[in-house]
């Protein structure tokens, strides 16, 4: 059965750096999520995205981050300077159409020293 | 504002017990809502929605508007069901997820 992946699972990265998480969606999925989950806190939505569009993003989704689909397959988030609070567990989703079950990712754990 | 609310962090039941895990949304509007479990070292997957009407591994749920619930229930409780449970609810195209429940299951 195919599965959301994300790469990598654990990154770990300096205040003030960029960091990139990768996400490979389900193949014929067309709209791309992603989410995050600050330890012992609720998952909450951060963005998602639709033909090559942001369709919707929440207040914490400011100019620090970013997502793009570079290519066919991947679908990004970019955070442009790290804060230590944006440690958290950031899970990509993907689903066929927006009605449709959305698939998680298994995460990847960002850690910002 | 939308919202949805578990009470409990941790359940412990009896193997064998009945189990109930409460959540009680906040929308206005029609709600479109779900059970998402996570096992251990697993990604989150949908365990049921509320559309359906299904029972998935013997779990139900019955959308209770009166009261704004939406309780998971199995009658009885098995060792696999430890997991951590979020109910969760659909707006346009976002989930809004509860803090979730962790669900112990003893022996």
């Known amino acids: 059965e195919p599965e959301v992946t994300q790469t990598p699972s654990h990154q770990v990265t300096q205040m003030g750096q960029e960091v990139i998480l990768r996400c490979v969606p389900i193949?014929?999925?067309?709209?791309f999520y992603w989410y995050r989950q600050i330890l012992g806190q609720k998952v909450e939505f951060l963005v998602s995205?639709?033909?090559?569009?942001?369709?919707?993003k929440s207040e914490i989704f400011d100019d620090q981050f970013s997502v793009e689909r570079p290519d066919g397959s991947n679908f990004t988030l970019k955070i442009r300077s790290t804060k230590l609070e944006d440690s958290a567990m950031y899970f990509c989703?993907?689903?066929?159409?927006?009605?449709?079950?959305?698939?998680f990712g298994p995460g990847t754990r960002l850690t910002v020293t | 504002a939308q919202r949805v609310t578990q009470p409990e962090k941790l359940l412990s039941v009896f193997k064998g017990a009945p189990v109930e895990l409460k959540c009680n949304y906040s929308y206005s509007g029609s709600p479109e809502l779900f059970w998402y479990v996570q096992y251990s070292r697993q990604r989150l997957q949908l365990l049921l929605r509320h559309i359906s009407r299904e029972s998935i591994k013997g779990f139900t749920a019955d959308l209770n508007k009166g009261e704004t619930s939406f309780h998971l229930k199995k009658p009885f409780a098995q060792e696999e069901d430890s997991a951590m449970y979020y109910c969760?609810?659909?707006?346009?195209?976002?989930?809004?997820f509860g803090k979730g429940t962790r669900l112990h299951i003893l022996p």
């Open positions: 969760a609810l659909k707006r346009d195209d976002k989930i809004i």
């Open positions: 989703a993907s689903s066929r159409q927006v009605t449709y079950e959305q698939y």
């Open positions: 995205f639709y033909n090559n569009e942001i369709s919707e």
């Open positions: 193949s014929n999925h067309l709209y």
